[in-house]
């Protein structure tokens, strides 16, 4: 039977017996999988590694947790992908945080740009929606979800190659991109990029491509991007 794994960020050593203070976590083993003293779980803190836990004793703020085996058996994405997905309706930004998670995304940064209508996201909810998904998808560590930036500022800080996804751009060729280890991947509003936008790229060395003919959705697009690139 699989385990259920949790994050935590308590460095973790093979073979020590810890207390996590989380709340959340001990009404979780507690409440929704009503776990118990001697049941196993798989623990992970983000250092690349997951280690087999033992239960002992658990108590509603709180619980003691023996790391029997350290693992490095879970997913690692092969390219680090930075996400920067101007800021779209509530639910369908954090679905994009979700699945783009789970595909193996690096880091979120949402943007504000000329057609942004939202300009915040709620971020203690963002760090629980990616905490979960990276423990439901077996990930080793857990995206960043950076501050909401302005557009512009996001270009004139950013050092990494950058390519953004529009309608109008070169046809999408994934052989000039396999090459990067590293790179950013820019995703616009619901209205799209804008004219002002698009020149901001063009003088930042932004590198513009198209999925083709069919119009998607923000959200679909972030979730494509990164399949593609990741997948």
């Given amino acids: 039977m699989r385990l259920h794994r949790?994050?935590?960020?308590?460095q973790l050593v093979e073979g020590a017996t810890i207390t996590l203070h989380d709340t959340p976590l001990a009404h979780q083993l507690r409440s929704v999988f009503r776990l118990r003293t001697g049941d196993s779980i798989i623990l992970f803190d983000g250092s690349g590694f997951e280690y087999v836990s033992l239960i002992g004793k658990l108590?509603?703020?709180?619980?003691?947790v023996t790391i029997v085996?350290?693992?490095?058996?879970?997913?690692?994405?092969?390219k680090k992908i930075h996400l920067g997905?101007?800021?779209?309706?509530?639910?369908n930004f954090e679905w994009v945080l979700e699945k783009c998670t789970e595909i193996g995304v690096t880091c979120f940064t949402p943007l504000v740009s000329e057609r942004t209508e939202k300009k915040n996201i709620d971020m203690t909810r963002a760090q629980k929606i990616v905490i979960e998904a990276s423990e439901q998808s077996g990930r080793c560590a857990v995206p960043a979800v950076h501050d909401v930036t302005s557009f512009?500022?996001?270009?004139?800080?950013?050092?990494?190659?950058?390519?953004a996804f529009h309608g109008k751009g070169e046809v999408f060729d994934?052989?000039?991109?396999i090459g990067h280890t590293e790179m950013c991947v820019?995703?616009?509003?619901?209205?799209?990029w804008s004219e002002k936008d698009i020149a901001l790229m063009k003088t930042s060395g932004v590198y513009v491509v198209s999925l083709g003919t069919q119009t998607l959705r923000a959200e679909t697009?972030?979730?494509?991007?990164?399949?593609?690139l990741l997948l």
Avoid at 6 to 10: C, M, P
Avoid at 152 to 163: H, I, M, T
């Fill in 152 to 163: 512009e500022d996001f270009l004139n800080k950013n050092k990494l190659p950058v390519f």
């Fill in 85 to 91: 997905m101007a800021i779209i309706k509530k639910d």
């Fill in 186 to 192: 820019l995703v616009g509003p619901e209205g799209g």
């Fill in 69 to 78: 085996e350290k693992q490095s058996t879970c997913f690692i994405p092969h």
């Fill in 221 to 228: 697009a972030g979730v494509a991007i990164s399949s593609l």
């Fill in 6 to 10: 949790f994050f935590t960020k308590e």
């Fill in 59 to 64: 108590q509603t703020d709180c619980v003691d």
């Fill in 174 to 177: 994934r052989e000039k991109m």
